[in-house]
């Protein structure tokens, strides 16, 4: 039984053929991969990042400069940092997903913070299609997994600091689960540094684990092993149960198989390329096939796999990208604390010592009938490594300037004879060096969260992720969050300060969720209240993308206890039905048109030229003039740029197909961003019978960043219609995007996946006319054979209509 693997090493064959697999390994993964694999499935999860044993966390300035995830790059790091247009978004890429770095809460959804039909600023509404009773039963479990337990110790003073102030406030304030093992056994004394005895199911690093030593790293990885994240658990409990855990396998793409299943594509990063720069485009892939395929890659992964494929999956619901928000996430920060007494000194808060999170602070809602206003949300204490605590007191400039300062003098004056007396112990003068540490001792950074609004919409924009959402129609939430805080500060006898990112009314989420909502039918959703996909039986999604809306709450445990119920529903009707999933057509390899092999003696004179044209185009649709007033109402643009060749000029004219090759590539974030085209045919004036009707053909073999296999036909229509239509005739070009490489022969029977309409602009045209280029012994030839061609074709077509015309008195 393989177990967990660098797949660059070799392990993990291509075509493998598996019950599930499971595309990331954070909250919703690790947890599917453990309950089906107890179920008796034959699991295998991808991850992109590598495994994370106690003592690999990076702490050291060389080491946290590598420690981001761009493959590119030749970083394989643990950081995956996205920027969109309103905000900024922090994933982890690793084994145990976002459970490397977020701050080991456990909280539930707030039972009446599950909504229905809640109207939203721009249209449509957020709605719930469970309840607080559908994952209680699953709460629990996951509780039970993770060792969830409230910080145990009463004295770590910015515990007691948040106590106070809520005190003050009148705001309730509770110690949250916490997913860390501060005993070596469960309700033992805490001990810090205590040794953890080893679970049954054992621990897939292999490697010792002590409890809680306080240090306030959970953000950056514990190195210790004392939070109880997805690889020390589930993903170990999964790999005990037979789970083929595979890392640093990043997933392309996917595709129904025709009778049920998926086939999964995917690149294997080398760690010997890790700090060289790779060409990831050019990876080679690897498949593997399933009967059911999970995806919980997080909510910008697994969206974006979804929008990347999207040619795979013909009528996905409409829902795809909408309903994303950060979970309301807003950071500030309380400076200069004094307890709250006038002319008091700093008061120690001590933000580094402790887990991150210790208390949170819960401010109602309107839902919650109790006459609260607004939408509620969570005020939460933070905290960072020592290490910050240095930073923080460096960036003092003036103090450490002015002590820095009378340090050197002091000495001077001591070599100098010139001080106070013989006394050659400097321990006085260093603690002065240093200074009191008040700027960082008495600083606290606070975490809201809780109900914005989801109403952003992710979507590619030249093949890339991109996510339009900014703060303005949560800003009264946002503004209530910061009030919050203020008034925390006060109580304190701080100072509340915003992060730097809301003086541009941004802000930074490592809490992001929707992107394919569940829904209660497919005009609300993406996937059901299970999370399986609306019309592909068999693919489901199990991460934040699946939520419709914010948690509130850390999201963490209401992703884990969704994947939780999900999988019983899964086990329950496993074997009971095959998934029939519309797949779409298989590969058809359709041969290069058929050559004369060259004469002997003259080598034939070619030509080409460079064509571009732009347009719409809508997925679903079978009509080219409907996919284009789709497309434009909904801002699906497409464009090819093609380089169109006749390698002999002379057949090219003499051939009545008037055939000549295409390369190039096609350009629709529908589809997936830019394809390659990697076969392709331009046919120059056919005709069917029709003396007044002419047909300029394409036929483009193209593939979409997943690897799933589409074929772009298109026509331009000829024909002498009532009016001077010549240029609109010759300028437009009408596509439809099927499924498969699908040859001349083949479009009958082909799946339709899109269609819509193509224009050269005319400023393109006149690039156009500048790309005619020829090469061999008769180039002059060559053109005026084209021209012949194309002239005396649109002539024959359109000649009558200019002989009428100057007939006509």
């Given amino acids: 039984m393989r177990h967990t693997v660098d797949a660059a090493s070799g392990t993990g064959g291509d075509d493998d053929a598996v019950d599930v697999v499971v595309v990331g390994s954070g909250f919703g993964g690790s947890v599917t991969a453990h309950q089906l694999a107890d179920g008796g499935l034959s699991v295998v999860v991808l991850e992109r990042g590598r495994p994370y044993p106690p003592g690999s966390f ?41 459970s490397l770095i977020y701050a080991n809460v456990l909280l539930r959804k707030d039972e009446k913070w599950f909504v229905h039909e809640s109207p939203l600023p721009g249209g449509g509404y957020e709605n719930w299609p469970i309840g607080r009773a559908d994952l209680d039963p699953h709460y629990d479990r996951v509780e039970r997994m993770l060792g969830g337990t409230p910080y145990p110790y009463d004295d770590t003073p910015k515990t007691v600091a948040m106590r106070e102030a809520a005190g003050l406030l009148g705001l309730p304030v509770t110690r949250p689960p916490l997913a860390v093992s501060f005993a070596s056994r469960p309700g033992g004394t805490p001990v810090p540094g205590a040794p953890l005895p080893e679970p049954e199911y054992g621990n897939l690093h292999g490697l ?24 020390h658990t589930y993903l170990s409990a999964a790999r005990h149960r037979g789970a083929d855990i595979r890392t640093r396998c990043e997933v392309r793409g996917f595709a129904p198989l025709p009778g049920g299943g998926y086939e999964v594509r995917y690149v294997v990063h080398d760690p010997a390329r890790e700090g060289h720069r790779t060409d990831t485009g050019r990876l080679p892939l690897r498949r593997v096939r399933c009967k059911r395929l999970v995806l919980a890659a997080g909510t910008f992964g697994s969206t974006f796999l979804l929008l990347r494929n999207r040619s795979a999956l013909p009528g996905l619901s409409s829902a795809l990208g909408t309903r994303f928000s950060g979970n309301g996430d807003l950071l500030g920060l309380v400076l200069n604390a004094t307890g709250g007494a006038a002319g008091a000194g700093p008061q120690r808060l001590a933000s580094s010592t402790g887990p991150v999170i210790t208390s949170a602070v819960r401010v109602g809602d309107e839902l919650d009938g109790d006459g609260s206003t607004g939408r509620g949300y969570y005020v939460e204490d933070a905290g960072y490594p020592d290490f910050v605590a240095w930073l923080a007191e460096l960036a003092e400039l003036p103090g450490s300037v002015r002590r820095t300062v009378g340090f050197g003098l002091d000495q001077v004056r001591s070599r100098f004879g010139l001080g106070s007396g013989p006394r050659s112990e400097i321990g006085g003068r260093l603690a002065r060096l240093i200074g009191p540490g008040a700027f960082s001792d008495s600083a606290l950074p606070l975490l809201g969260m809780g109900r914005d609004v989801p109403d952003g919409r992710m979507s590619l924009r030249r093949g890339y992720l991109d996510v339009d959402w900014t703060t303005l129609t949560s800003r009264r939430y946002f503004e209530r969050v910061r009030a919050t ?12 300060h915003d992060n730097p990112l809301w003086w541009a009314r941004r802000v930074i989420t490592v809490h992001p969720l929707g992107g394919a909502p569940m829904g209660r039918h497919p005009g609300e959703g993406v996937c059901d209240a299970y999370g399986e996909v609306f019309g592909y039986p068999g693919l489901h999604v199990l991460d934040g993308s699946v939520l419709p809306g914010p948690v509130g709450a850390n999201p963490s445990l209401t992703i884990a206890a969704f994947a939780d119920r999900a ?105 997936g961003g830019r394809l390659p085209v990697e076969a392709g045919w331009f046919n120059l004036f056919t005709r069917d019978g029709d003396p007044t009707r002419r047909r300029m053909l394409y036929r483009l073999h193209l593939r979409d960043p997943g690897g799933n296999a589409l074929t772009l036909v298109g026509h331009k229509e000829v024909h002498d219609d009532p009016g001077l239509d010549v240029w609109s005739d010759t300028s437009t070009l009408y596509v439809r ?6 040859p001349a022969d083949g479009d009958a029977a082909a799946q339709v996946l899109g269609a819509g309409v193509l224009v050269i602009l005319t400023a393109d045209f006149v690039r156009q006319l500048t790309t005619f280029r020829t090469s061999g012994p008769h180039p002059a030839r060559a053109l005026e054979g084209f021209g012949r061609l194309f002239l005396g074709e649109l002539w024959d077509v359109y000649g009558s209509h200019f002989a009428s015309a100057e007939e006509s008195p």
């Fill in 58 to 98: 990076a702490r050291t300035p060389a080491a946290m400069a590598r420690n981001f995830w761009d493959p590119s790059e030749g970083l394989h790091g643990l950081f995956d940092i996205w920027s969109f247009r309103g905000l900024e978004g922090v994933v982890s890429s690793g084994l145990g997903g976002g």
């Fill in 208 to 231: 010792p684990r002590e409890t809680c030593r306080l240090t306030g790293e959970c953000d950056l990885g514990c190195n210790l092993g004392a939070k109880n994240t997805l690889d």
């Fill in 485 to 496: 805080m203020a008034d925390v500060a006060g109580a304190l006898g701080g100072e509340f």
């Fill in 567 to 671: 999988c019983r529903r899964i086990l329950e009707t496993h074997g009971a039905r095959p998934a029939t999933a519309t797949a779409t057509a298989t590969t058809t390899a359709a041969a290069a048109p058929a050559s004369d092999p060259p004469a002997p003696g003259e080598r034939p004179t070619s030509l080409s030229f460079t064509e571009e044209m732009k347009g719409y185009l809508a997925l679903d649709v079978t009509d080219p003039e409907e996919g284009r007033e789709l497309g434009r109402a909904r801002g699906q643009r497409m464009m090819f740029r093609l380089t169109i060749t006749a390698d002999d000029v002379d057949r090219f004219v003499a051939d009545p197909g008037h055939e000549a090759g295409a390369v190039g590539h096609v350009e629709c974030d529908v589809l």
């Fill in 737 to 742: 995007v099927l499924a498969g490489h699908v």
